[in-house]
């Protein structure tokens, strides 16, 4: 049984949360999201196949998981970790968190998030 087999499995029960991920293209994903495996955003992204990297396994250390937060249900207050990354990253904005840095918790139901860019573009020149 698959990652996305296990999670459809348990997607009648009651911890599980909606979220929302608009890719780079501007499609919105309706995604069901389980709190009760210790996923954080960037593996909900890689289970449903879109198109984040998380080059470093979750540790905070590549910003391949950049996203930009579109809704209020995540402080947007970073780690020491997580901040000295995204300094080093392309395209961050006031909004920018790393994916693997947001567990999946309750409090998350209706989160709306956007994909950032995956690298630099003409202006970051």
């Known amino acids: 049984m698959g990652l996305m087999d296990l999670i459809k499995s348990f997607s009648m029960e009651s911890n599980f949360v909606k979220i929302i991920i608009i890719d780079r293209l501007g499609k919105e994903h309706h995604l069901e999201a389980p709190t009760d495996m210790n996923m954080n955003l960037m593996e909900l992204c890689k289970s449903y196949e879109l198109p984040v990297e998380g080059t470093c396994g979750g540790m905070a250390m590549c910003a391949s998981c950049q996203i930009y937060i579109e809704s209020n249900h ?52």
């Open 74 to 125: 995540v402080s947007l207050e970073r780690s020491k970790d997580e901040q000295a990354m995204l300094d080093e990253a392309w395209n961050v904005q006031e909004n920018s968190r790393l994916g693997c840095q947001i567990k999946l918790t309750t409090q998350l139901n209706g989160l709306i998030v956007k994909l950032a860019p995956e690298t630099a573009t003409d202006e970051d020149w």
